[in-house]
């Protein structure tokens, strides 16, 4: 299964490189960042399940630490690259916005639901301080993976990551 990362790995390092394909087709790199998304899922479900030992997608899904020099930051970089692949395209949805709303509602609707509380003020400004709080919390966070993302996604940075990426998976693939 150690193919199965190579792989993404591959994949994912020359995705990680569209910035250096905008000046040839700005649809090309389009469609480099929309797969990328996909990539970048798939190389987090298989870091998380060879991070947790979750054995999921099968047992030795990393190299062995002693398979090349810098074989045991292997996890490292899946987990730099798939970051980078899914924040590039998702970096301007507002999640804190969309995330509180969807809390605001499901809290007004458990108070209606569970208590019974019919009164439109009540239920109003449990929806609003429900809303403002986590919207606070989680503008926070929000303003910390965009900084991450930008970082990630600045065209040289890209390009660095996606090289080593390739790198990576070369050589796990010739383990």
Do not use: Q
Request: aromatic share 10%; net charge positive; charged share 5%.
């Amino acid at each position: 299964m150690v193919a199965l990362t190579a792989i993404l790995l591959i994949l994912g390092g020359v995705f990680a490189a569209a910035p250096l394909f905008k000046r040839a087709s700005k649809g090309l790199e389009r469609v480099m960042v929309a797969l990328g998304l996909l990539i970048g899922i798939a190389i987090f479900v298989v870091a998380i399940d060879a991070a947790l030992n979750l054995n999921y997608l099968g047992t030795n899904l990393l190299p062995a630490s002693t398979a090349f020099p810098y074989a045991s930051y292997t996890l490292v970089v899946m987990a730099v690259l798939g970051l980078l692949l899914f924040s590039r395209p998702l970096r301007n949805v507002r999640w804190a916005s969309l995330i509180a709303l969807g809390v605001g509602i499901l809290a007004a609707a458990g108070i209606h639901s569970f208590l019974g509380v019919s009164s439109n003020i009540v239920l109003g400004v449990v929806f609003l301080i429900v809303l403002l709080i986590v919207y606070t919390l989680l503008r926070f966070v929000e303003d910390i993976l965009e900084f991450i993302g930008t970082v990630l996604a600045f065209a040289p940075i890209a390009v660095i990551i996606g090289l080593v990426s390739i790198y990576f998976g070369i050589m796990t693939y010739g383990v």
